[in-house]
DNA sequence: GGGTTGCAAACAGAG
DNA sequence: TTTGCAACCC
């Protein structure tokens, strides 16, 4: 039997811990993770341990007695939380995955729902993802007959992160077209017009864009100072990682929520900032000690995860940028390989070559998820996937487009918003434009009347608006209504959605099977959702990857080959790293080649992607591009145009009778046979 | 008027 | 692969 020991939860002077900290950690992650009280910014270079120190420092804490739900970690994506609150678990026990942790996003959205009532919106209030944000937008876009006089408008895509862009910068929309979109400063006047009814939109259908969730949350902590005490309270011990990345409204936050008294450490690396189209700066993190006075400021310097050579060329890569950064990464690892430079004839050529290696290092008896893929946009490994799924690699890749972002999965997503809350007029016109016969015009007239009725699933008295499409609409309110009082679990409302949405995926696709095999995979999913209200939330703030659902329904039992964009890569690390379209125009993207500013920062993107290799790294791109208009030669990218051989060494593939192999120039070290 | 269909053009990055 | 626009059908 327990007994119960008296003792005050500050005084940790007769803790014994179970984990010896000094031993396990450097000095300065030591500093770090026994800093107790105020404000502290951990600066850490990549690969110095930043994710240990956090685990260790969660751990501590929960062993000098503070309670798991008193700490907050705040990370960038919700896997990066589950990840790291798992592996505090395995260096102490279960009660770290009790630590409150996620997104801000997420975290905001939980706060709002919690205080929803006092606050006055209704509890019931759904998230309005990008594509939903988009739509709206485009409807009164067109309603406004905003594009008439054939001058270039913005399209809805633009005007979507114009709006976005103004709330995370927490500038008026005027200076954010003046400074970001000077060619649309004519149209400012429809734009800002667009930006209030898109405003009331949300009011009136009772949701809330990713934007909302940050700035309304702040406001909610502004004005009630109750509220943000009992925040703060709970919130005794506050960490922010991946701080560079954080924007104005978000640092706000961090200090609204550790309120009274600062306990609040902020993780990151400046030059590692990549985040700056959504708001982020990365001088930020400087501005840090300025926000929460006698801030306590720890650097990590030393590298643990890569090679001498590969921070050579990291550091290299730096060194170009237009802002400087007092950073240079070192290691007491050895000098490892010069990473390589592949030129490959063409992007096939490319993918091949790849495939070859992974295979290879397969043989040798490399793990496939000790290697990854890197690439600037989701598209540019496409080709690269066609060869992978020739040889029968395993992989699954992050970035790109997303589960809940494809039509059919939209569709089905669609219904459930409206069962949730009947107020949400883009879910509605979703829903109703399948029918056949009925287009924009029909469907806004019908949800004009459906947003406003009493009983909107029944539809009645709506026939004299629908004449034609009586029997459609029959069907769809009979599914509905069964829905909604009846007394199903989450799935089974999932399973009769899908069922009634299949004739339509079938009639809408050519590619069906594979999309109906996907809403199946969502039945399944649904099995670990007690309400509906909280499958919605997490699938827009926490999406799954597309071909994570591929990957569950062909189980192997190798972990698979990790593709990723480089943003999606970000605080991850593998033994052997691909970084491949390696082009001036790809990376650095050709948005940003006319600008110095943005220019960094796709150079920062360079670094992240390089120093995420522990052992080799090997750098490629195609001589010829190829697209639909047809061939035309390309130019490596100009941040390693350069680089010296003595930093990056050049590869030439050479084709053999039977297979390619790519071979070094001189004599330098041959690859693994 | 409103819906459907077909062609030309553009396409980031993520919560 | 999706989106914008214009011609074409009910």
């Given at each position: 039997?327990?007994?119960f020991?008296?003792?005050?939860?500050e005084?940790?002077?007769?803790?014994?811990y179970?984990?010896?900290y000094?031993?396990?950690?450097?000095?300065?992650?030591?500093?770090?993770?026994?800093?107790?009280?105020?404000?502290?910014?951990?600066i850490?270079?990549?690969?110095?341990g930043?994710?240990?120190?956090?685990?260790?420092?969660?751990a501590?804490l929960?062993?000098?007695?503070v309670?798991?739900?008193?700490?907050?970690?705040?990370?960038?994506?919700?896997?990066?939380?589950?990840?790291?609150?798992?592996?505090?678990?395995?260096?102490?026990?279960?009660?770290?995955?009790?630590?409150?942790?996620?997104?801000?996003?997420y975290y905001?959205s939980?706060?709002?729902h919690?205080?929803?009532?006092?606050?006055?919106?209704?509890?019931?209030?759904?998230?309005?993802d990008?594509?939903?944000?988009?739509?709206?937008i485009?409807?009164?876009?067109?309603?406004?007959?905003?594009?008439?006089?054939?001058?270039?408008?913005?399209?809805?895509?633009?005007?979507?992160?114009?709006?976005?862009?103004?709330?995370?910068?927490?500038?008026?929309?005027?200076?954010?077209?003046?400074?970001?979109?000077p060619?649309?400063?004519?149209?400012i006047?429809k734009i800002?017009?667009?930006?209030?009814?898109?405003?009331a939109?949300k009011?009136?259908s009772?949701?809330?864009d990713?934007?909302?969730?940050?700035?309304?949350?702040?406001?909610?902590?502004?004005?009630?100072?109750?509220?943000?005490?009992?925040?703060?309270?709970?919130?005794?011990?506050?960490?922010?990682?991946?701080?560079?990345?954080?924007?104005?409204?978000q640092?706000?936050?961090?200090?609204l929520?550790?309120?009274?008294?600062?306990?609040?450490?902020?993780?990151?690396?400046?030059?590692?900032?990549?985040?700056?189209?959504?708001?982020?700066?990365?001088?930020n993190?400087?501005?840090?000690?300025?926000?929460?006075?006698?801030?306590?400021?720890?650097?990590?310097?030393?590298n643990?995860?890569?090679?001498?050579?590969?921070?050579?060329?990291?550091?290299?890569?730096?060194?170009q940028?237009?802002d400087?950064?007092?950073?240079?990464?070192?290691?007491?690892?050895?000098?490892?390989?010069?990473?390589?430079?592949?030129k490959?004839?063409d992007?096939?050529?490319?993918?091949?070559?790849?495939?070859?290696?992974?295979l290879?290092m397969?043989?040798?008896?490399?793990?496939?998820?000790?290697?990854?893929?890197?690439?600037?946009?989701?598209?540019?490994?496409?080709?690269l996937?066609?060869?992978?799924?020739?040889?029968?690699?395993?992989?699954?890749?992050?970035?790109?487009?997303?589960?809940?972002e494809?039509?059919?999965?939209?569709?089905?997503?669609a219904?459930l918003?409206?069962?949730?809350?009947?107020?949400?007029?883009?879910?509605?016109n979703?829903?109703?434009?399948?029918?056949?016969?009925?287009?924009?015009?029909t469907?806004?007239?019908?949800?004009?009347?459906l947003?406003?009725?009493?009983?909107?699933?029944?539809?009645?008295?709506?026939?004299?608006?629908?004449?034609?499409?009586?029997?459609?609409?029959?069907?769809l309110?009979?599914?509905?209504?069964?829905?909604?009082?009846?007394?199903?679990?989450?799935?089974?409302?999932?399973?009769?959605?899908?069922?009634?949405?299949?004739?339509?995926?079938?009639k809408?696709f050519?590619d069906?099977p594979?999309?109906?095999?996907?809403l199946?995979t969502?039945?399944?999913?649904?099995?670990?959702?007690?309400?509906?209200?909280?499958?919605?939330?997490?699938?827009?703030?926490?999406?799954?990857?597309?071909?994570?659902v591929?990957?569950?329904?062909?189980?192997?039992?190798?972990?698979?080959?990790?593709?990723?964009?480089?943003?999606?890569?970000?605080?991850?690390?593998w033994?052997?790293?691909?970084?491949?379209?390696?082009?001036?125009?790809?990376?650095p993207?050709?948005y940003?080649?006319d600008?110095?500013?943005?220019?960094?920062?796709?150079?920062?993107?360079?670094?992240?992607?390089?120093?995420?290799?522990?052992?080799?790294?090997?750098?490629?791109?195609?001589?010829?591009?190829?697209?639909?208009?047809g061939e035309?030669?390309?130019?490596?990218?100009?941040?390693?145009?350069?680089?010296?051989?003595?930093?990056?060494?050049?590869?030439?593939?050479?084709e053999?009778?039977?297979?390619?192999?790519?071979?070094?120039?001189?004599?330098?070290?041959?690859?693994?046979?």
């Amino acid at each position: 039997m327990k007994k119960f020991i008296l003792k005050k939860e500050e005084d940790t002077r007769g803790v014994s811990y179970s984990i010896d900290y000094e031993k396990e950690l450097n000095d300065p992650q030591f500093e770090a993770v026994s800093h107790k009280e105020g404000p502290a910014l951990v600066i850490a270079g990549a690969g110095t341990g930043k994710t240990r120190t956090l685990i260790y420092r969660v751990a501590r804490l929960i062993e000098q007695g503070v309670a798991p739900g008193n700490i907050l970690l705040l990370t960038f994506t919700r896997r990066a939380a589950r990840e790291m609150l798992e592996r505090a678990g395995r260096v102490l026990d279960q009660r770290c995955s009790k630590v409150n942790g996620g997104t801000f996003h997420y975290y905001c959205s939980r706060l709002l729902h919690r205080y929803a009532e006092r606050m006055g919106f209704p509890e019931n209030f759904t998230i309005l993802d990008s594509s939903d944000a988009i739509e709206v937008i485009q409807l009164l876009r067109t309603e406004l007959n905003a594009a008439e006089s054939g001058k270039r408008f913005p399209r809805k895509n633009t005007i979507y992160n114009m709006l976005s862009s103004a709330a995370n910068k927490q500038l008026g929309l005027h200076e954010i077209v003046d400074s970001q979109y000077p060619q649309f400063r004519e149209h400012i006047d429809k734009i800002e017009q667009i930006a209030q009814a898109y405003s009331a939109y949300k009011k009136k259908s009772h949701v809330m864009d990713f934007d909302d969730l940050l700035v309304q949350t702040r406001d909610m902590l502004r004005q009630h100072k109750d509220i943000c005490q009992q925040v703060s309270a709970e919130n005794r011990y506050v960490m922010i990682d991946e701080y560079q990345d954080t924007n104005a409204l978000q640092a706000e936050l961090a200090g609204l929520f550790t309120w009274g008294h600062n306990n609040i450490m902020a993780v990151g690396d400046d030059a590692q900032s990549i985040y700056a189209f959504r708001g982020a700066d990365h001088k930020n993190i400087m501005e840090f000690p300025n926000l929460f006075r006698n801030t306590r400021i720890i650097k990590l310097e030393e590298n643990y995860r890569s090679t001498q050579r590969i921070l050579d060329l990291a550091n290299r890569l730096l060194e170009q940028a237009k802002d400087k950064y007092d950073k240079r990464l070192f290691t007491n690892r050895e000098e490892g390989d010069l990473p390589a430079l592949i030129k490959a004839p063409d992007e096939r050529d490319q993918s091949r070559f790849i495939s070859q290696m992974i295979l290879t290092m397969r043989e040798q008896g490399k793990e496939l998820r000790e290697m990854a893929v890197l690439f600037r946009n989701g598209r540019d490994s496409f080709e690269l996937e066609l060869e992978l799924n020739r040889k029968k690699i395993p992989f699954i890749k992050y970035g790109g487009v997303k589960f809940a972002e494809a039509a059919h999965i939209k569709d089905v997503l669609a219904h459930l918003k409206v069962l949730v809350n009947p107020a949400d007029a883009i879910s509605w016109n979703r829903v109703l434009t399948l029918l056949e016969g009925i287009g924009p015009k029909t469907a806004a007239d019908l949800v004009a009347w459906l947003t406003s009725a009493q009983n909107p699933y029944a539809m009645d008295g709506m026939q004299r608006v629908s004449g034609k499409y009586k029997k459609q609409l029959d069907s769809l309110s009979m599914l509905l209504t069964d829905l909604k009082h009846k007394d199903f679990t989450t799935s089974e409302i999932v399973e009769h959605v899908v069922n009634y949405y299949r004739s339509f995926c079938e009639k809408r696709f050519d590619d069906h099977p594979k999309r109906v095999k996907d809403l199946e995979t969502f039945v399944g999913l649904a099995q670990n959702f007690t309400d509906l209200d909280q499958i919605l939330n997490d699938l827009s703030l926490d999406p799954i990857e597309q071909s994570a659902v591929d990957f569950e329904s062909t189980v192997e039992d190798e972990a698979p080959l990790v593709l990723s964009t480089i943003h999606s890569a970000k605080g991850l690390e593998w033994s052997q790293v691909f970084l491949i379209q390696c082009l001036d125009g790809i990376l650095p993207s050709g948005y940003s080649i006319d600008d110095a500013d943005s220019l960094d920062e796709e150079l920062r993107l360079m670094y992240v992607a390089c120093t995420r290799a522990a052992d080799n790294l090997y750098i490629s791109y195609p001589v010829l591009q190829n697209n639909t208009y047809g061939e035309y030669f390309s130019n490596p990218s100009r941040f390693i145009a350069d680089i010296g051989e003595k930093e990056l060494e050049p590869w030439v593939l050479v084709e053999e009778r039977d297979d390619q192999q790519a071979l070094p120039p001189n004599d330098a070290p041959a690859l693994p046979e």
